[in-house]
């Protein structure tokens, strides 16, 4: 039965377990990442090989979002540059989730095998990938998470197609998205200085994957302490905000004007002058006969060695919720007066029960996203506590793992406008880009109850969008519609009650 799931208007008509190990064969985990647990899985009948995403209902409300909304989104597009869904089956308690298998190896691995590699090479990378974002664009789709961890070759043939991966922060645009997420290397200005933002935050990243494919390195980044997360993040932010970023010499002596060009076209700080995907696709760099053919490959592959193989970018780019340092302070404010409420109400035993019950909501992760975190090989040990993603993507945080920010996040003026906070912002400057601050404030966790909820009483909750906690568990195990005309109507309207709500 294609897609084994439920029908239309069945709130509750779940997926008996049995029908999932009926047809699969499911063998070991073989990667852990933020919200699932994704195995190879061996259809009975077809002897096919295909990659199941499990989903733990358990692990919170955003787990659950996660898989709806990847199912959602999967169900609508159909390209070659895609991984396309294949079947999905919703039981009581998990979401099951099939897709093609991508057998070949990441981008860079691919480099590194290779006796000869040039731009026109990183062209052919960088065209399919446009050509995927153009197709995800012409439906509205903004996928948010554009990354080379996301990007993979099908298969290990020679003239193997690449494939985009990853769809579960991806959302259908109704109008300007205001709710930041993302990994942070690859987050647009706008974001990061969170602004109402859309599809031209997919091209921004799209050009700092070309920028790495063309010179081995990121073209923002901070050296830091080994550990110090926090400033790394602050620093790199101020620079994405500003456009800082450079073509340095050796590693761009070689690369012809045209690349640069492009580069600084997909990299524009302004997203309304920002170059579109499909105009991307017309570039003489792209389309036409500009990308050198000279082999770049050794200082490409000495950069990436030295920047990604010894895993010290990886740790910065390591798995961090961006909501998390945007909306510490709110959140931190209303453990605050939660707590301060106890205190009034409570002999002292129990208001110091009470303090410790809102310090511990304000920095541990819900027990399923900590221990998947724990098991990831891509996040820094020192980072495990704080960071429930296994994947490098920066997710919305809705479970109360937080840190203070001091990253220069920008906190929401009152209104639900986006305006930007005196404290740990950044400014706008007169000339329309935003220019980091330079004041930053951090709260003491030592402060009493009493001092925090006055804090709180005078810091306004952002009026952000929430998961739409109205649909039934089983809605998105749904059999596709009939046209995707259809589909994309259907899940327009529910992204439309998530962002009213």
């Given amino acids: 039965m294609p897609f084994g799931c439920v029908t239309l208007g069945d709130k509750k008509n779940y997926n008996q377990p049995s ?18 647990e994704i195995f190879r899985a061996k259809d009975k009948t077809t002897g096919k090989l295909h990659t199941c995403k499990k989903f733990q209902k358990r692990d919170g409300r955003k787990v659950r979002k996660a898989a709806k909304n990847e199912i959602g989104i999967l169900k609508m597009v159909k390209h070659p540059n895609i991984l396309q869904l294949v079947d999905v089956f919703v039981t009581r308690k998990e979401y099951f989730i099939f897709l093609e298998l991508a057998t070949g190896r990441e981008v860079f691995d691919w480099i590194l ?20 974002v153009a197709y995800l664009h012409s439906l509205k789709i903004v996928h948010r998470n554009l990354k080379l961890e996301n990007l993979v070759y099908y298969n290990r043939l020679k003239n193997s197609k690449i494939v985009i991966s990853d769809f579960h922060l991806a959302k259908l645009e109704n109008g300007l998205i205001k709710e930041p997420c993302g990994t942070p ?63 340095d010499s050796p590693y761009w002596d070689d690369i012809s004007q045209a690349a640069k060009d492009l580069v600084t076209r997909l990299m524009e700080v302004e997203q309304d002058q920002r170059i579109t995907a499909e105009e991307a696709i017309s570039h003489e760099w792209i389309s036409g006969n500009a990308a050198s053919d000279k082999n770049i490959k050794d200082g490409v592959c000495a950069q990436i060695e030295k920047n990604f193989a010894r895993a010290k970018w990886k740790k910065a780019v390591r798995v961090t919720t961006l909501m998390k340092r945007l909306r510490a302070p709110e959140q931190s404010s209303t453990a605050a ?81 986006v305006t930007p906070a005196t404290d740990r912002s950044a400014t706008p400057a007169t000339d329309g880009r935003a220019t980091p601050a330079t004041e930053e404030s951090t709260v003491p966790t030592t402060q009493s109850s009493a001092t925090l909820a006055t804090k709180a009483a005078a810091t306004p909750e952002p009026a952000m969008a929430q998961p739409d906690s109205t649909a039934p568990e089983g809605a998105t195990g749904q059999a596709p519609p009939s046209s995707k005309g259809e589909e994309a109507a259907g899940y327009a309207q529910e992204s439309q009650r998530e962002e009213a709500s």
């Fill in 185 to 247: 290397e690859y987050l647009a200005p706008e974001v990061v200085g969170r602004q109402r933002y859309g599809r031209p935050v997919d091209c921004w990243a799209i050009g700092v994957i070309m920028y790495i494919l063309l010179s081995g390195n990121p073209p923002f980044y901070e050296e830091v302490e080994e550990d110090d997360y926090e400033n790394h993040d602050k620093n790199l932010f101020r620079k994405i905000l500003a456009g800082d970023y450079e073509f």
């Fill in 337 to 417: 007066a939660q707590s301060a409420s106890a205190t009034d109400t409570a002999t002292p035993g129990a208001a110091g029960g009470a303090t410790a019950a809102a310090a511990s909501g304000a920095t541990s992760a819900p027990e399923g996203d900590a221990a998947r975190a724990a098991k990831s090989d891509n996040v820094a040990p020192a980072d495990r506590s704080a960071t429930p993603a296994t994947d490098g993507s920066a997710t919305p945080a809705t479970d109360g793992s937080v840190t203070p920010a001091t990253d220069g996040s920008i906190t929401p003026a009152t209104d639900g406008s």
């Fill in 113 to 132: 095998d290779q006796g000869y590699y040039s731009e026109r090479d990183t062209s052919n990378v960088v065209r399919q990938v446009l050509e995927a």
């Fill in 19 to 36: 029908e999932v190990t009926d047809r699969y064969d499911l063998g070991q985990v073989i990667k852990t990442e933020e919200f699932c």
